[in-house]
């Protein structure tokens, strides 16, 4: 195991107010269990599951009680034991409206019979292992939820030569990852492990930030005893540096092709979470039902890294961290810059929750914007290269050929753009706009064209 | 938290922002032009103030005005007609009647600016397109310039003295004898801004504090000026060294006339210039091609604000050819 500095750098980035050290330095703690939870059945990437309990119905603890709903879809599991209250559509964590099973502990966190499930060793049937992973619900925690079992088996053709663990947290606000590389060093290590057996031969790099010193040393300290071609990686700190496209360059200095996967470049990238939560599966046999994440804003009492269960409301950890020290305007699910602001405190936390964000009236910019005054900055910033300028006037003007010709589709909506924009232009507003209207777009012409032919 | 239905802003991410804004740049821009213009109300006197407020009364009020009366919010607050005003003052005669400094101005605005829709549509530099009117619909009046310095005992302040681009191309260029334009204009002096010419426009030192102070402020990016004044250079030390009797020297040619100003403030300016890097070195650099071209050859002693403005018109251009190569793309 070494440690080297990154041997590439990426283009655009941005050194945004971090405000990390409101909890940089807070243990993890675990938050009391609360009393009733709200969990989404589309937590993840891909169709939202498909609910397989009835309301009135007592569940145990790692209980399914949703089952995938096609190939990129994840099971969901019961956090605590209790019962099904309601199972309707209500404002979720994603700032969307699903489905969410509401469920009520009955304070007794009694696990289902059968779990937790035996423990997988490292020597078992590769596809049994795999099976397990899909089966603990797993979905990228970074942020993306991508169903993991998905990624870990790449189709015939597809070799994946190096896995990056991703401890970059290049998001201002959030510490989970931070801690969890400090305090969970080990059962990281064991999860990062697990992952490399499963994909064969393959490189490791893990790659960390250098704004958490602390963290580089306990993974240097953790990664001793893992033989092979593993190195621990120290990226400069800029956002948005974890992002998946731009983390892979740094590391290896392939590009992700425009509309492909990393595995087409031979890599394969897990948030720091998704790792531990892996050995959890197949180590100790739990499903996916808690992460770490980080409670925080100025508007909070007391910002804190905590363990909670998923489903557990935004309300519960806030009433935990000692409630609003003064009103938030603005609540954010992750962090400011990707994360959605919530309509509502009732919403529940998801496999992707990374953070919760309370932010008072003067740390909330709600600006008017003006025309775009041609700075530039917003192109040299681009971690893509795009030229967002261009392509939010164009986006206003829903001139989609234009749009398509500059590539709109491979933004990756990091915000870098609108957080340096002197206009004040809502650009990642007008990005997400034009995908999602080209995207229906050509689902649109896709069907017409089937129904011809 | 007691109460459940809080009002929460909701918005697209990101929740976080720079600070950067309009103003604030604009700001910026006013900061960096304070030496230049200070030392040109020093050396002018009262006639170089009141020609600079009379430009920015007259640009913020017809941006005002014609704001107005296309029903448009006024939009004053941003400063950019402020630092169209200044500039345009800048780049006049400091004893210009000032009638001719309010057309200017107005043409600056309405003209070059309103009737496209305003800031950010504008596809010309507004303060060059007041002074180019001007040099066209005044040619006199526009090289009346006043000999730098404090005005004599008994107050004509108007002598007339040359500029040292004007005198190189009437009296000096080609000549056997050169040695007497050099004394006339020593270097020294046109650096420091001990000379004739528009009355901001004469400091190239404290014009460069200015622009390296922009650029330390992230309000410019280095490469329009840096391939501006390096292409100048580069044709004038070409020049020079084919025949120095005809040819001014590079340093000459680098802080004479409006070249400080414009490098740095001008061609520069966010609306009228690429937003893209490789398009930014091809402006640049088409300034400065353009700039010696009429000033070498051209019927005007000085070709800046022709250059700059001709350059203007070919931004759409250069964005669209000089694209950069989009993460994970072959091909741009």
């Not at chain 1, 033989?227 to 992700?256: F, H, N, W």
């Not at chain 1, 910019?365 to 775009?372: A, D, G, M, Q, V």
């Not at chain 2, 000096?172 to 004739?196: C, H, K, Y």
């Not at chain 2, 100003?261 to 001008?266: D, S, V």
Request: glycine residues 10%; neutral net charge; proline residues 7%.
């Amino acid at each position: 195991m070494k440690t080297r500095i990154a041997p590439y750098r990426c283009a655009g980035g941005l050194h945004p107010v971090y405000h990390k050290s409101l909890t940089a330095g807070a243990a993890v703690t675990a938050l009391p269990l609360p009393s009733i939870f709200a969990i989404s059945l589309a937590q993840h990437l891909g169709a939202p599951a498909r609910p397989l309990v009835k309301k009135n119905e007592t569940v145990g603890r790692g209980q399914p009680l949703a089952e995938p709903a096609g190939f990129i879809s994840a099971w969901i599991h019961a956090p605590t034991s209790g019962k099904i209250k309601a199972i309707d559509e209500q404002w979720t964590a994603t700032g969307r409206r699903a489905t969410v099973i509401t469920l009520e502990s009955d304070g007794e966190d009694r696990w289902a019979d059968g779990y937790p499930l035996p423990p997988l060793p490292a020597d078992a049937d590769r596809k049994q292992q795999i099976d397990r992973v899909a089966a603990a619900g797993i979905a990228g925690m970074g942020g993306a939820g991508f169903p993991t079992h998905v990624k870990l088996s790449p189709p015939p053709g597809k070799t994946i030569d190096t896995l990056i663990i991703n401890g970059a947290e290049c998001e201002p606000y959030l510490t989970a990852d931070h801690r969890v590389m400090i305090e969970d060093a080990d059962r990281l290590r064991q999860g990062i492990d697990r992952i490399r057996r499963l994909l064969g031969t393959c490189a490791v790099r893990i790659a960390i930030e250098d704004n958490k010193p602390d963290a580089i040393k306990a993974m240097e300290q953790a990664l001793q005893s893992l033989d092979g071609d593993v190195e621990l990686i120290v990226l400069p700190s800029a956002y948005p540096q974890g992002a998946e496209k731009q983390l892979i360059y740094s590391v290896t200095g392939r590009e992700v092709p425009s509309g492909g996967l990393p595995m087409d470049v031979g890599a394969l990238v897990e948030n720091v979470g998704t790792a531990i939560a892996v050995t959890d599966a197949l180590d100790s046999g739990w499903p996916l039902t808690e992460r770490v994440m980080t409670a925080t804003g100025s508007a909070l009492t007391q910002p804190a890294n905590l363990r909670v269960r998923i489903g557990t409301l935004f309300e519960t950890i806030i009433e935990h961290c000692g409630g609003a020290r003064i009103p938030p305007v603005k609540v954010i699910c992750g962090g400011p810059m990707m994360g959605t602001a919530l309509p509502s405190i009732a919403a529940g936390v998801c496999k992707t929750t990374s953070g919760l964000l309370l932010m008072p009236a003067d740390a909330v910019h709600l600006f008017e914007s003006t025309p775009c005054i041609g700075c530039g900055r917003c192109v040299m910033y681009c971690p893509m290269r795009l030229m967002p300028c261009t392509l939010s006037e164009a986006g206003e003007a829903e001139d989609d050929e234009l749009l398509e010709a500059f590539r709109v589709l491979d933004c990756i909506e990091c915000g870098s753009c609108a957080y340096v924009c002197p206009a004040h232009r809502p650009m990642v507003q007008h990005m997400k706009n034009s995908k999602a209207r080209i995207a229906l777009m050509r689902r649109k012409r896709e069907t017409s064209r089937q129904r011809e032919s | 938290m007691t109460e459940k239905n809080i009002n929460l802003a909701i918005s697209s991410s990101p929740h976080a922002h720079s600070g950067a804004s309009v103003r604030g740049i604009m700001l910026t821009v006013i900061i960096a032009l304070t030496p230049a213009l200070l030392w040109g109300f020093w050396l002018f006197g009262w006639p170089a103030v009141v020609l600079t407020a009379t430009c920015v009364a007259a640009c913020v009020g017809a941006e005002a005005l014609s704001r107005r009366l296309m029903k448009r919010n006024l939009g004053i607050g941003d400063g950019s007609a402020v630092v169209t005003g200044i500039l345009l003052a800048m780049c006049l005669p400091p004893s210009l009647p000032l009638f001719m400094a309010v057309i200017g101005a107005v043409v600056a605005i309405v003209l070059a600016k309103q009737v496209f829709g305003g800031l950010g549509y504008n596809p010309f530099n507004p303060a060059l397109v007041g002074r180019v009117f001007l040099t066209i619909s005044f040619p006199f009046a526009m090289i009346q310039w006043t000999a730098p310095g404090p005005p004599p005992a008994d107050d004509t302040h108007a002598v007339t003295a040359a500029t040292p681009l004007a005198a190189w191309e009437t009296e000096w260029s080609g000549q056997d004898e050169t040695a007497g334009f050099f004394e006339e204009f020593p270097l020294v002096d046109l650096f420091f801004g001990n000379q004739a010419g528009s009355f901001g426009e004469v400091s190239a030192f404290l014009l460069l504090l200015g622009g390296l102070f922009l650029i330390w402020r992230r309000c410019v990016h280095w490469q329009t000026p840096v391939f501006y004044l390096g292409t100048v250079t580069l044709i004038a030390i070409i020049l020079y060294g084919i025949d120095s009797q005809r040819y001014l020297s590079p340093a000459y040619h680098l802080f004479s006339g409006g070249l400080m100003l414009g490098a740095w403030f001008m061609a520069t300016d966010m609306v009228t210039s690429p937003v893209t890097s490789r398009g930014m070195m091809v402006f640049g650099a088409g300034c400065g091609v353009l700039t010696m071209v009429i000033r070498v050859w051209g019927g005007y002693p000085e070709g800046v604000s022709f250059a700059i403005l001709l350059m203007n018109a070919a931004v759409p251009l250069i964005n669209r050819y000089t694209r950069p190569r989009v993460f994970g793309t072959s091909k741009s």
